[in-house]
């Protein structure tokens, strides 16, 4: 168990439709990073937050926005769903965000979009 | 573009021999390089890292090696045990602005034949 908890666990919803994904960082950390794993692609770094902040921006698209708020707990929120955003989602935490650190992973919310 | 590569998507090792897992990167301002491990249904787990300033870094059964010039790095697990069945991630990570944004391999499932 590493300490971050991610909700709900499976989401089903249909195109068009938008969803908020939850996660709780570790006890003590303050970034948050968002994960996107799908069946043709590998994990892709989506956003980063430090203590309520943007941090660093990957590929996320301009429909998925993120917030962390002063609990440091996150939310993903992504809009106007497509069938290829089906996947699986994930929120690691590390205590200071900066590029050395180690990153400790939820155990996922796993989004099908029909 | 993938910068992080793991060429082998499966590798098969009799248990008490040696696993070998290898990571070759294209992107020479990588500094920080971490290998984790997924098992189904859960979020990938940190297993061990290094830094670009080292060649070596071991941690029980686990030593991961980095080749700086041949932009390589690999995952020796000593002696394999059925239990390190899993995905293998390779993931690397360069200072950017002090944020830490981590590119991923595409995986390699190991698994330990009894």
């Known amino acids: 168990d590493s300490g971050v908890t991610q909700t709900p666990k499976h989401l089903i919803t249909a195109t068009g439709q938008r969803v908020t994904l939850r996660c709780s960082p570790r006890?003590?950390?303050?970034?948050v990073y968002w994960y996107q794993q799908s069946l043709d692609q590998g994990l892709q770094f989506l956003i980063q937050?430090?203590?309520?902040?943007?941090?660093a921006k990957g590929n996320i698209l301009e429909r998925f926005s993120a917030q962390q708020f002063p609990d440091l707990h996150s939310e993903l929120n992504l809009s106007s769903l497509e069938l290829g955003d089906s996947a699986l989602y994930f929120c690691?935490?590390?205590?200071?965000?900066?590029?050395?650190?180690?990153?400790?992973f939820g155990p996922g919310t796993r989004l099908l979009v029909l | 573009d993938q910068q992080v590569k793991q060429n082998s998507p499966s590798l098969s090792v009799q248990e008490g021999r040696i696993s070998i897992l290898n990571c070759d990167y294209t992107?020479?301002?990588?500094?920080?390089f971490l290998w984790y491990k997924k098992y189904p249904a859960e979020g990938p787990t940190f297993l061990i890292s290094?830094?670009?300033?080292?060649d070596k870094n071991e941690d029980g059964r686990f030593t991961v090696f980095l080749n700086k010039s041949a932009k390589h790095l690999s995952l020796h697990i000593v002696p394999s045990q059925p239990g390190d069945s899993a995905v293998y991630f390779c993931?690397?990570?360069?200072?950017?602005?002090?944020?830490?944004?981590?590119?991923f391999g595409q995986g390699t499932r190991l698994t330990i034949n009894p």
């Open positions: 690691a935490s590390s205590p200071s965000g900066i590029w050395y650190e180690t990153q400790y």
């Open positions: 006890s003590g950390d303050l970034s």
């Open positions: 937050y430090y203590n309520g902040e943007e941090r």
């Open positions: 992107n020479s301002m990588f500094d920080y």
């Open positions: 290094i830094s670009s300033i080292k």
């Open positions: 993931a690397a990570s360069e200072e950017n602005q002090g944020a830490q944004k981590l590119v």
